[in-house]
């Protein structure tokens, strides 16, 4: 890979023009899910910038952008498999059991429903923030994402998980 001088600040924002749509695109149709593909777009082009910031960027163009989407959209599929793993030992109430008579365990049972029926992005943040109390620092370093990044996505997360916990009979939300 030939090393190519720093790209300007006019350069940066023409291939960001040009290469946005079709980023966002091959992204959005792989994975399914705006939020996801808009956090991915993100990552490409900040690693684009890294890498020209280092000299190790080759000539820059749209299927450079596309193939580095490639390799963050498979590492999102990675975390997303990792996640799938930790949640499983995430004890969720299955719809034939009792529900009891505490309304604190009804309370309980309802959020770890709602939690189980929201993303695997957006379960696995709110699972590693608010049931395994780590600081958003320790869960941004568990997702692989930036502190940002992970704000971000534990603001849509708490907004999903309010929206499909006040929904009577809980949530068909897929995040």
């Known amino acids: 890979?030939?090393?190519?001088?720093?790209?300007?600040a006019d350069q940066v924002l023409d291939l960001?023009?040009?290469?946005l749509p079709q980023v966002y695109g091959y992204?959005?149709?792989?994975?399914g899910s705006d939020a996801v593909a808009e956090d991915l777009t993100s990552e490409t082009f900040m690693a684009a910038v890294a890498a020209c910031q280092r000299g190790e960027a080759?000539?820059?163009?749209?299927?450079?952008?596309v193939s580095v989407a490639r390799?963050?959209?498979?590492?999102?599929?990675?975390?997303?498999?990792?996640?799938?793993?930790?949640?499983?030992s995430?004890?969720?109430l299955?719809?034939?059991e009792p529900l009891g008579v505490d309304p604190s365990e009804l309370s309980e049972r309802r959020a770890l429903a709602v939690l189980a029926e929201l993303g695997p992005h957006h379960r696995a943040a709110l699972t590693l923030r608010y049931l395994d109390n780590l600081g958003v620092p320790q869960v941004a370093s568990e997702l692989g994402r930036t502190v940002h990044a992970t704000e971000a996505l534990l603001v849509r997360a708490r907004h999903a998980f309010r929206t499909a916990y006040a929904r009577p009979g809980g949530s068909d939300h897929a995040g």
């Open 27 to 31: 992204l959005v149709r792989r994975c």
């Open 58 to 65: 080759p000539r820059l163009s749209v299927g450079w952008l």
């Open 1 to 8: 890979m030939a090393a190519t001088e720093p790209l300007g």
């Open 90 to 92: 995430v004890a969720v």
């Open 71 to 88: 390799n963050k959209l498979v590492d999102h599929w990675r975390r997303q498999a990792a996640e799938e793993r930790r949640l499983e």
């Open 94 to 96: 299955g719809p034939d």
């Open 16 to 19: 960001y023009d040009r290469a």
